[in-house]
């Protein structure tokens, strides 16, 4: 078991990401195999570090891949949380294939596209591809043109988006963070009441958009207190890591 160490938190109950390892059952070939998972997460707390875009961003970006899990059989790759989950002790199975957490995310794209997910869960999955890319020191702009083709594939097409203020709101995000500033704009001022975000943090980005600055915006820490229930159970904490917080 590995920790991992968050230095862009401080939490009075640990600071640590803690990696595992489990055993799961493809749902595609049926192929048994051991991959890494994430067993510990901190609670969300007011010094957590979110951007705009309302990612929770991560220390290593090991942590985000281990939220996913590629079979070493037939290459399926999607969250972890969707395999099967199986009794064979880890030691005993084949081990998940060694890829680079990038190239990781690269294969649950592919997969999206192979087995018929949804313009959202392709969104989702090539947005935490991008934030992976981030978490990696890289850039993944070819990578967030894919997200903003997905997503707003999703707004257009499914009528009973859940949150589809805050997926707007969203959609002007990655418009302003590939420079295409007036199309952010006019996706900021589509954000109604519903999407739940400060009026403050929605005037700044319009402001950041209107400036010409696409590089990533750290949300202010009462900020952030306004947008997140901070007294979130670590359970409920994952989903932060992995999907911008409008599920």
């Known amino acids: 078991m590995e920790l991992v160490k968050d230095t862009l938190e401080s939490n009075p109950a640990g600071n640590s990401y803690k990696l595992g390892e489990v055993t799961l059952m493809c749902p595609k070939c049926q192929q048994i195999f051991a991959t890494a ?17 309302l990612h929770r961003v991560l220390p290593d970006a090991a942590i985000r891949a281990a939220m996913i899990a590629t079979c070493p059989n037939c290459t399926y790759t999607w969250w972890t949380e969707s395999f099967i989950p199986n009794d064979t002790v880890p030691l005993m199975a084949i081990d998940a294939p060694s890829i680079d957490p990038v190239k990781k995310f ?11 997910a949804t313009n959202l869960e392709k969104a989702q999955i090539a947005l935490n591809a991008y934030y992976c890319a981030r978490d990696s020191f890289q850039s993944g ?6 997200a903003k083709e997905e997503l707003r594939n999703a707004i257009e097409t499914e009528p009973y988006l859940k949150n589809r203020s805050r997926h707007i709101y969203l959609m002007a995000e990655i418009y302003r963070l590939s420079g295409e500033f007036h199309e952010a704009v006019k996706f ?11 009026q403050e943090l929605l005037d700044h980005q319009i402001r950041q958009a209107k400036l010409g600055n696409a590089k990533p915006v750290t949300i202010p820490n009462h900020i952030v207190k306004q947008i997140y229930d901070l007294r979130i159970s670590a ?6 890591l992995f999907m911008s917080a409008v599920a």
């Open 235 to 240: 359970d409920r904490a994952a989903r932060f």
């Open 37 to 53: 998972c994430v067993d510990e997460i901190p609670v969300l707390n007011p010094l957590a570090r979110i951007e705009a875009d």
């Open 188 to 198: 900021y001022f589509q954000v109604d009441r519903s999407a739940l975000l400060p």
């Open 141 to 146: 702009e070819k990578i967030l043109q894919i």
């Open 106 to 116: 690269g294969h649950a794209i592919l997969s999206s596209r192979m087995y018929g």
